[in-house]
């Protein structure tokens, strides 16, 4: 066994503090408590309202996912105005809903609902197998149940039943269309 050593090309070396580290792009890995003013504005708008757990989530989901994922919420710009949009499961009581909140110039939120979504749900089953997740710009295409194909142009929302995306909510026509992928 021949040893190798291997030289730096500096010969000073400096100290630095500790700098918070990123995990890539990947927009659901990131802290889990949602900006104060969005908090704020769903506490305005949706009182009776809060944002699901990750302990909400089904022990098959965790099967299919990693535990640092963030199924709950994600964040994006969906309509291209540079300002933050953020896709949200909320639950009251064994309710469950999909928001999403696109950010306005004067730093609050406009919301839409997904009201056309049935999930059942049982808080002390922690039974949820839905999630929701970023849709980057690409060719979506779906064979069944009808074939169809949506361009999608900038980012979106993927709706998640355990790996399989079942919609996509995405920005045309100034507002929030959904593209139905079962």
Sequence with gaps: MVPIWLMTACNERT????????VGHNPNRYTTLLPQTLADYLKIV???????????????????YDSSDNPCWARTDIND????DYALWLKKDNQLRL???????????????????HVTFNEKEHNLTMGVAVAPPAQI???YPRIQSLILKSNGFALM???ERTRI???????IQTFYMK
Excluded at 15 to 22: F, I, K, L, N, S
Excluded at 46 to 59: E, F, I, N, R, T
Excluded at 81 to 84: E, N, T, V
């Design 15 to 22: 100290m630095q503090a500790p700098v918070a580290t990123t």
């Design 81 to 84: 105005d540079q300002l933050a």
């Design 161 to 163: 039943e355990l790996e």
């Design 99 to 117: 928001v999403i909140c696109t950010g306005t110039a004067s730093h609050s939120f406009d919301h839409y609902t997904a009201n056309d979504l």
């Design 46 to 64: 949706l009182p009776q309202w809060h944002v699901v757990a990750k302990a909400d989530y089904s022990k098959t989901w965790w099967s299919f």
């Design 141 to 143: 295409d779906v064979a």
């Design 169 to 175: 909510f995405y920005w045309k026509n100034d507002n």
